[in-house]
């Protein structure tokens, strides 16, 4: 495996030995010492066309902690700002010696274009591109929804996953529709008539508009984050309207099965999508994604850079 | 008795018959068996099928504005190079084809490359914005004699301003060529909306914002009894709607490209903006309508809709990437492949739709005249049993964005004949072409 662009290059095996790898660095986390020196001498380079805090902080620290050098390269300040073309960028990146590009870009196919293009030859992570997908946040949820309700298997057979909101713009949805299906979950996928794209029909999972008649049968609900622009584009009469309708309150949250869980992508829209009670509650996993997403990362660095899955068990 | 200029020998004529095609003096001489005069030229046409030059009706040749991108000259090489003998320059250049300066410098520019006859499309709108008409008779008696109007690239979405265009036109037999786009339904619009679209999170341009603009025209029409042309149709519930049209009697034609024949949605997985075309590539389902329309004449014609962009509009994300591939190298040869080959039309099928019927619409009395003798010698013999590859680095547009790069295309064109004269030799630019 050369590059991670979309869940759809991952075969079932491949994304659980990314899960399996996952456990293992885990443990390294945990530990007093948390690096290891697999990628010494290497150079990452966070590529970030687009705002985000945690996804780059999280790409860093699990590229430090294998011994990574980490470049990061953000729009604000950087020639991405000055209108300098992916192209260009790339092949800076690639003159300066980048191992591995870790690519957040607000344009769909942004991730493939890099990696299809001549312009370098490293491997190419996607970050986050457009409302296409973001493979690594659908790993870290995996991850999560694993440990916490995983049935001692190393899949997600028999677990029931709602992903609620925003899906026709959401990177987040397309991935963990693929993922979270072909590890063998039930996925629900929950929003109004005009947050789910033309074509719905073709995935994975099936739909609902009632969220009410959802949340009793499932085990996970993976909220989503609502945009604001979203608001004034006609998509929904109003934020209250769709809060009543799609929003986790605590109310909703009292109908959740024994034992099921609340996920969210971040960052949170505290009483649109979610309220604060629910965020904040014991189902609430959400900073739990947070921790697991570093462990996450470095299992995909790994795979990519050091030759193939840790063993489990090794050091 | 003096030779003629060329002859070509036992080529077949577009309704299948051999003959012997005699040119001189910039028509054509004789048609017919055994030709017995001498001839400075020879070609042999054993293997080739003979057609009246093609003209394409919808063609951006960029100039003025975009010489990088493309020029008259550049275009007419690509022409002569595809076998057309008349091109259509669309007004969206800069400045806007809007006044008769501009038509009468597109076209003077043409007449100096002297390779084809370019015909320049005036916009119905002052500057494409939809809002006041341009000097649409102005344009019509200037040197250019323009008679299609177009603001292709945009539509002319408010109805009223296309009624009156509609209307207006009718004073010099004018016909209004409606790029069909609801605006408000493709605000950001990246590729056609469906199941691929929802797996690329590419934003959606759904059939039915072509479908409406010309449901809603061909009433327009109808209503104040003018002639409407609908461009580069790409939908078959649009193909529905002109058959309905054109049954009710309205007088609608309407023009396939090539790459709406051939190419489909799902090529965007690859998001190389090579294939990001406005129209956009539709479902197979839909090329298949559209191959059936144009077989039974509910498509009157193919036109190319050639859109040359410079290398960086393309080498980038697909986002940002400009819609437009390049046409008139390929045309006859994807018309070929997915029309003949296929066995839906003949050739003489092909010549209505590539030649005659686009110069009735456009009103171009010179070209797509039928091969007898006397009529003006615009022709292009192409040979249908060779096969060629298409090389992007090869095209003798300014711009290299063809989506055929590394295909093998079927029909090989050896020569065209613009007045009399060969700008095509053996698939070689003649010398007039400046190469």
């Known amino acids: 495996m050369r590059h991670l662009l979309s869940i759809a290059d991952l075969n079932k095996s491949e994304a659980i030995s990314i899960l399996d790898t996952a456990s293992e660095l885990a443990r390294v986390s945990d530990g007093a010492v948390k690096k290891l020196p697999t990628l010494r001498g290497r150079t990452i380079v966070n590529l970030f066309a687009e705002d985000s805090t945690r996804t780059r902080i999280s790409f860093e620290a699990a590229a430090k902690r294998l011994s990574a050098d980490v470049i990061n390269f953000s729009a604000k300040g950087s020639s991405l700002s000055k209108g300098e073309s992916l192209k260009d960028t790339a092949m800076t990146l690639q003159a300066m010696g980048a191992d591995a590009v870790v690519i957040r870009h607000p344009a769909s196919g942004a991730a493939q274009r890099l990696a299809d293009s001549h312009w370098m030859s490293g491997s190419v992570v996607n970050a986050g591109d457009g409302t296409h997908e973001h493979p690594s946040q659908a790993l870290l949820d ?98 209250r309207e769709y809060s009543r309708y799609f929003g986790l309150n605590s109310d909703r949250m009292a109908c959740m099965k024994k034992g099921a869980i609340v996920m969210h992508p971040g960052p949170m829209n505290r009483g649109l999508e979610i309220s604060a009670e629910v965020a904040d509650s014991a189902r609430s996993v959400i900073t739990e994604q947070v921790t697991n997403g570093v462990s996450v990362r470095m299992a995909i660095l790994y795979v990519l850079l050091a030759g193939g899955a840790l063993e489990v068990g090794s050091n | 008795m003096k030779p003629v200029d060329f002859l070509i020998k036992g080529v077949s004529l577009p309704e299948g018959k051999k003959a012997d095609i005699a040119i001189s003096d910039g028509v054509i001489a004789s048609v017919g068996n055994g030709f017995k005069g001498e001839a400075n030229i020879v070609i042999d046409g054993s293997e080739c099928v003979v057609l009246p030059g093609l003209v394409d009706l919808h063609t951006h040749l960029r100039e003025p504005g975009r010489e990088d991108a493309e020029t008259v000259l550049s275009g007419s090489r690509a022409g002569a190079k595809g076998g057309f003998t008349a091109l259509s320059a669309m007004a969206n250049t800069s400045p806007v084809a809007d006044t008769a300066g501009v038509v009468e410098q597109v076209y003077r520019l043409g007449q100096e490359a002297g390779l084809l006859d370019v015909f320049p499309i005036g916009a119905v709108t002052q500057g494409l914005k939809g809002e006041a008409l341009s000097e649409i008779g102005a344009m019509a008696d200037s040197v250019a004699r323009v008679r299609v109007f177009s603001d292709d690239g945009n539509c002319v979405f408010d109805p009223l301003v296309m009624r009156r265009a509609l209307e207006y036109i009718k004073k010099f037999g004018g016909v209004i060529a409606q790029h069909a786009q609801d605006p408000r339904m493709t605000i950001g619009s990246q590729m056609n909306e469906g199941v691929v679209s929802a797996r690329l999170g590419l934003k959606g341009w759904p059939a039915v914002a072509e479908e409406a603009i010309i449901a809603r ?219």
């Open chain 1, 142 to 239: 995996a991850f999560t929804i694993r440990k916490h309700l995983g049935m001692g298997g190393s899949d997600l057979t028999g677990l029931s996953v709602a992903i609620v909101g925003d899906i026709l713009h959401s990177r987040v949805a397309r991935s963990n529709v693929l993922l979270l299906s072909m590890l063998g979950a039930k996925v629900t996928l929950v929003a109004p008539p005009t947050l789910l794209p033309v074509g719905i029909d073709s995935w994975p999972g099936t739909v609902s508009y009632d969220f009410d008649s959802v949340i009793p049968h499932v085990d996970v609900v993976m909220m989503l984050r609502v945009q604001q622009e979203r608001m004034s584009d006609l998509f929904f009469p109003n934020a």
């Open chain 2, 217 to 435: 025209d061909v009433l327009l029409a109808d209503h104040v009894k003018s002639r409407l042309h609908i461009c580069h149709l790409t939908t078959a519930g649009g193909v529905e709607i002109i058959r309905w049209a054109k049954a009710r009697g309205i007088d609608v034609t309407a023009e396939v490209t090539p790459h709406h024949l051939l190419l489909t949605d799902d090529l965007a997985s690859s998001y190389d903006p090579v294939y990001k075309v406005n129209p956009p590539l539709r479902t197979e389902s839909d090329v298949h309508a559209l191959r059936e329309a144009l077989a039974d004449g509910t498509i009157d014609i193919v036109a190319t809709d050639h859109a040359p962009h410079p290398t960086e509009a393309k080498e980038c994300e697909w986002q940002e990437a400009a819609f437009g591939m390049l046409g008139l190298e390929t045309a006859l040869s994807i018309v070929q492949k997915t029309m003949v080959d296929t066995g839906l039309m003949n050739w003489a099928q092909v010549a209505e739709r590539m030649s005659i019927t686009p110069a009735r619409i456009g009103g171009y009395e010179n070209q797509g005249q039928v091969l007898v003798a006397g009529s003006i010698a615009n022709l292009v013999v192409i040979n249908p049993t060779q096969k060629w590859t298409v090389d992007r680095d090869l095209v003798l547009s300014n711009s290299s964005n063809t989506p055929y790069h590394g295909h093998e295309l079927p029909g090989v064109i050896t020569h065209t004949f613009y007045k009399g004269v060969a700008t095509l030799i053996n698939g070689n630019l003649s010398s007039i072409g400046g190469m």
